[in-house]
């Protein structure tokens, strides 16, 4: 049976692996030259949940690891959702 955790780790994952993959698309555009995806949207994404794939994206294929506004926010972000997801574990909530 799959309880509410589960659905919930579920979509942590998801967005993980979805903001881990606009980072390797993304760096990618930017090799060949073509459309890329906007710093606006790839922060956002991060800031909902998606630091952890976005912070492993930046370290594993380089990307935007020279903007301080990605160095500094990225990990910030990280360390929020950590915070945040001890509590509601703590809580009970996970």
Do not use: Q
Not at 20 to 39: H, M, T, Y
Not at 44 to 51: D, E, P, T
């Amino acid at each position: 049976m799959i309880f509410m955790k589960d659905y919930f780790l579920l979509a942590l994952f998801a967005v993980n692996l979805f903001s881990f993959a606009l980072c390797v698309f993304d760096k990618a555009a930017a090799k060949l030259g073509s459309r890329r995806i906007s710093e606006r949207t790839l922060l956002s994404v991060s800031a909902l949940f998606g630091s952890y794939g976005m912070l492993a994206g930046m370290y594993i294929v380089r990307h935007k690891t020279k903007h301080a506004k990605f160095v500094i926010t990225v990990p910030l972000f990280a360390v929020i959702h950590t915070v945040v997801l001890w509590y509601a574990v703590k809580l009970g909530y996970i």
